[in-house]
């Protein structure tokens, strides 16, 4: 039985959303359970940035409708307990970081007493403590991109959107950012990722959308986006023409450096395919299935 | 609450971004300019004599209203500018979308932010009339009649001009802002002068399409009130006709409350045009 509208963190039918004769979103349908991390991919101007504004109530639909948090999209009370960085983050360059957080927090609703302590908290998470009382145009993009993480987490929130959330961090602070995704998916807050970079969205997230033209054209567990394996390389010793023969009769064989590539054995080939070639007496120094990654599927979904 | 909140916010912006110094040490620089003026009017040989008291004050009384209208056009034009980025630029640089996000009402924004510039310009308007009023009757001797009056009036100048670029500010970029509240007070105020040369001539139309402008843009009814409050009674029973810097009757009671009824009507515009848009 499907989660209740109120057990998930975003539940929209059919939203859509048109300027004159330009469709920016035809169709988008998503339920995406509290605590789960969701990634949203798609090319420029696929409608991800629409989309995200109209769950947030920054743009209203042309037609559909949806809850957020169990309530009706765009409702002040599910406001309370989301958060946003977007894809175009700016924040006040005359204000300190400290400042910044503080006057959301204001706005988010935080009592004046639990203020200093959350802040602080949030400063170290997104590692900003040292420049804290440092105004934000001193700062680099990828420091304004941290404050901007860091207002999006504020106020203990149970769903956050994050548009792009590495763009201007350098590899220390993606990384910062996978593990503070996984934190806030340990506190069971529900988080949608929208990311160009497919490896990191693979790494991140339990369930992914692929989306074209204001449409899902791919949508589901990552496993089951990505699908199964398409084959399994080996490292053997001097193959005999006889150990070649059995790996044909598994897929199509080709030679990558020292490896030799089986597209189109599956997994479950793996324990028979080495008992045949160790019966032929091949050497067998390593084998692995292939799976292909986000990326290839993402390519192969986009030019289908 | 959030009201304050970003009242507060707009106030803090503009004394981090040295707005308020700059206006402060603009403001003493042109009382101390217009001082050393009025001193020599007062004081300078005429002939060979000083000038009679009399005609000392009768002609402060006149020059005050032309540097009171220079002021005049800084709060209408600060209004203006003011008002112009502090929504639309805050949209187009992403600014306000995480603010958009929170659990507060679009409204309490553009309220906000009317509040924070109406509540600085006035506080400006009067830090300026009060500090230049001082100056010359330090100078002269001479203190407008009503200088609370006219210094309120003032601020309805600039209160005027920061509501219809905060309507304008709500959907439009912050140039097309500026530009179209600045063009709607220049035409306000050629149309002011032809409807007092409309007057003069007893040309009915003119004086009509004077009276037309004011109720679409009160500005200059504003302007006419404070130089009315500025005049001692003696330069108002000489005076034959208005112009834009010698009023000799002020603007009925019925064109100062359709001017604030305006106001309260187009910042509501401001924010239901800002409530209604999409980001």
Known sequence: MPPASADLAIDVAHL???????VAVADLSLAIARGETFGFLGKNGAGKTTSVKMLLGLTKPTSGTGTLLGKPLGDRGARAKVGYLPELFRYHDWMTAREELAFHAGLAGVAHADRPRMIAEILDMVGLTRRANDPIGTYSKGMQQRVGIGVAVLGKPDLVFLDEPTSALDPVGRRDVREMVRALKERGVAVFLNSHLLSEVEQMCDRVAIVDRGRIVASGKLADVIGGAVGVRLRLGDPSESALQILRGYGAVSITGEWHVVTGADREAVPALIRELAAAGAAIYAIEPLKATLEERFMEVMTA | MTIAAIATLTLHEMLRRRLILVAAILTVFVAILTGFGFHALATQMYHGAPLSQVRVIGLTAQLLTLVAYMFSLVFALGGAFAAAPTIASDVDTGLLLPMLTRPIRRVEIVL???????????????????????VVRIATGYWPPHPFVALGYLCGVAIVMVSVTLL???????????????????????????????????????????????????????????????????LVASLHGSSPFAVAAPPPPAMIAWAIGWIVVVVGCACWSFATRDF
């Open chain 1, 16 to 22: 859509a959303k048109s300027y004159r004769d330009l």
């Open chain 2, 112 to 134: 906000g932010k009317f509040l924070g510039l109406a509540l600085f310009l006035s506080a400006y308007a009067f830090a300026c009339g009060l500090v230049e009023f001082a």
């Open chain 2, 168 to 234: 304008f500010s709500s959907r439009l970029s912050m140039i097309a802002s500026g530009i179209a509240a600045v063009v709607l007070f220049g035409l306000a105020w050629i149309v002011g002068i032809a409807a007092d040369i409309g007057g003069g001539a007893h040309n009915q139309a003119m004086v009509d399409a004077g009276t037309i402008s004011q109720l679409v843009l009160p500005s200059d009814a504003f302007w006419r009130a404070a130089v009315y409050h500025l005049e001692p009674a003696a």
